[in-house]
């Protein structure tokens, strides 16, 4: 019968199953409208570029906004520096220069060693009270700021308005697989939109009103994930945050595996720090403590605990397995025997087997909605890649970031 | 945009349909997977009875060692197959309970014990009988590969000798009355243990050709 090992086993198998049927349930009846935004009104909007060391990319990053789909004297870009070390601020003096009046440089005092420091001063300074988050690595498409508008006319109670993230590298592998997850995100955080789930406007491109951030003290400068911290402060406040899918952003992102798991635990332990902080708000205050707190807190548990439950497993498993085989070498008998090698499934894996297949199924759902099927990067390897092999390094991702957060020893 | 905070129970209606099905679907998967077993269940039955009454027979009527020996080796094969079969079984089990089948084959190879040493006392047979005390279903690392060891080793074992080798594993824990006095009745304390003609005992790692001496003595196997 089942033992410990197997209940949490099946619970798994019950939560993931949930979880991907829960999106799907949310995605049948909304499908004809995911890419729906309200028709917007252009008006004056402050697009603020946080930047640090971004030679490489912000000119790419400005000449982006420049080309937006918007009414040229209704926009102001503020970049502020914080110290970078490279010539990120001889670059942006260029586009002072030659877009006086539109283009502003900001050099913070000092390096603040974060992006919501910089934000704030710039958001301080916008003149208009659209303002839009942007980072100094990414591109909006034109049309992304006119697609996010209309949500914050349409309804005074939505103050900040995220749009679909999508990769824009894919030169390493690293990058491939970013582009499948990137895209997946960016579905699954429309059908959160569905249930008034938005837990994060991301700093590649964000629309917020300047009023309501000012009221609830800006970004919050200790939080390393200050993109998260202030949609649920928002929501803590009673407003909401929406979604465009329509609108896209291109951001860069880390080639190789080292920058990718720095850019992770980041995100991890910013996470954290948003339960601890918001904690009291659990099963209140509508969706945030119904639902986007104890999926965080739900999700940071499994994945520590199953993480704990793998390694016990596995090592028990290398334990047995080298103890018998030493015990067979040293006694000259079999080492190996067909017997060994049980190949009669059991439940556990069919259940495994339905649940590979229906994420697999649902993942490419979502890859042809964001219309990223065909592309050469996005292939079955890579697709059985990224559920099988990239998604399982998160648990790790977790622990280390507890371990860092708990030690205090974090920076961004 | 419509809200949809109905798909949060039709998720989890889903779910609890789905999940109950892959139970139910995976219970007759096990069935069937086990439908070995579940005969073998009730051919327990039939191989007890037929255990006793053979053993009756060989004991009442003249029935020539040789044919004695040849009934009981392959009633013991056949019973170490099941035994295989069912270990197996057991592995991947995870609906179906296998712990009663456990119990009547301990059962029978307990009476296939005494059949074998009945045997050998009254042919002074040149075969060897070979028990093996294990405990069934444990956690413990260490001892869960040593067991799997000395299963290895005795496999091996048969495997060279089948002629010579009558192989009996019986587990001690499976809460069977006359195993239980068959092991007081042996003083065995230390598991799991290799019982050698009812006299000599391995409860320490040794070689292939270590247990080999053993259970042949100092004379070269046949």
């Given at each position: 019968m089942f033992n410990f090992v197997e209940l949490v086993f099946y619970i798994y198998l019950f939560v993931a199953l949930y979880m991907t049927s829960l999106l799907v349930f949310i995605w049948i009846p909304n499908r004809k409208r995911l890419f729906y935004h309200p028709n917007g009104k252009p008006m004056p909007v402050s697009i603020i570029m946080p930047c640090y060391n971004e030679a490489e990319t912000i000119s790419k990053a400005i000449d982006s906004l420049l080309k937006l789909n918007y009414p040229s004297h209704m926009i102001e870009i503020i970049v502020v520096d914080d110290k970078s070390k490279d010539n990120s601020v001889e670059i942006v003096k260029r586009y002072v220069e030659k877009y006086p009046g539109k283009i502003t440089l900001i050099v913070n005092s000092r390096n603040s060693g974060g992006a919501a420091e910089p934000t704030n001063i710039g958001i301080k300074a916008a003149k208009y009270d659209f303002v839009a988050v942007t980072d100094a690595d990414s591109a909006p498409e034109p049309d992304a700021l006119i697609k996010m508008i209309g949500f914050l006319q349409e309804d005074k109670n939505v103050a900040a308005v995220t749009c679909a993230v999508m990769a824009?590298?894919?030169?390493?592998f690293m990058q491939k697989l970013q582009m499948i997850e990137y895209s997946i995100i960016s579905w699954s955080r429309k059908l959160l939109d569905c249930i008034d789930a938005v837990y994060v406007t991301p700093g590649p491109f964000a629309l917020y009103r300047k009023s309501v951030l000012l009221d609830v003290g800006?970004?919050?400068?200790?939080?390393?994930t200050q993109d998260i911290e202030i949609v649920w402060r928002l929501k803590s406040k009673g407003y909401m945050a929406r979604m465009s899918l329509g609108a896209r952003v291109y951001s860069e992102t880390p080639m190789k595996f080292k920058q990718w798991w720095r850019q992770r635990i980041r995100w991890n332990i910013g996470g954290t720090q948003c339960i601890v902080k918001y904690r009291k708000y659990i099963f209140k205050n509508g969706m945030l403590g119904g639902f986007i707190i104890p999926f965080f807190s739900f999700s940071l548990f499994l994945g520590l605990f199953g993480l704990g439950l793998f390694l016990y497993l596995f090592f028990k498993r290398i334990i047995f397995n080298f103890l018998v085989t030493r015990y067979s070498i040293y006694g000259g008998t079999t080492i190996l025997r067909l017997q060994d090698l049980s190949l009669n499934p059991t439940v556990l894996n069919f259940f495994g087997l339905v649940l590979l297949i229906w994420s697999f199924i649902f993942i490419f759902i979502g890859l042809s909605i964001m219309g990223m099927r065909g592309k050469r990067e996005i292939n079955t390897f890579n697709v059985l890649f990224y559920m099988l092999v990239y998604l399982s390094i998160y648990p790790s991702i977790m622990v280390t970031s507890l371990y860092k957060y708990l030690r205090g020893k974090y920076s961004w | 945009m419509r809200m949809s905070k109905h798909a949060f129970w039709q998720a989890l209606v889903f779910t609890i349909i789905i999940f109950s099905l892959g139970m139910i679907l995976g219970f007759f998967l096990e069935l069937r997977q086990s439908d070995r077993v579940y005969a073998n269940l009730v051919n327990s039955e039939l191989n007890i009875l037929d255990e006793q009454l053979r053993q009756r027979i060989i004991s009442d009527?003249?029935?020539s060692c040789d044919l004695a020996k040849e009934s009981m080796f392959n009633f013991a094969d056949k019973i170490y197959e099941d035994a295989v079969d069912l270990e197996e079984s057991d592995e991947t089990g995870?609906?179906?309970?296998l712990g009663a089948l456990h119990k009547r084959y301990d059962l029978l190879r307990t009476l296939l014990l005494f059949e074998a040493e009945k045997l050998k006392q009254r042919c002074m047979e040149d075969f060897h009988i070979i028990t093996y005390l294990y405990l069934y279903n444990i956690e413990d690392i260490v001892l869960n590969s040593k067991q799997s060891y000395f299963s290895r080793q005795l496999f091996d074992l048969k495997s060279e000798y089948p002629e010579d080798i009558i192989l009996i594993p019986i587990a001690i824990n499976t809460d069977v009355a006359s195993v239980d006095l068959l092991v007081k009745s042996r003083n065995l304390n230390s598991y799991p243990v290799i019982v050698i003609d009812g006299k000599n005992f391995v409860t320490e790692f040794s070689t292939l050709d270590e247990l080999t001496n053993l259970v042949f003595g100092n004379t070269s196997a046949p």
């Open positions: 824009s590298g894919s030169r390493t800006l970004f919050d400068t200790k939080n390393l | 009527s003249n029935v995870r609906i179906t309970d």
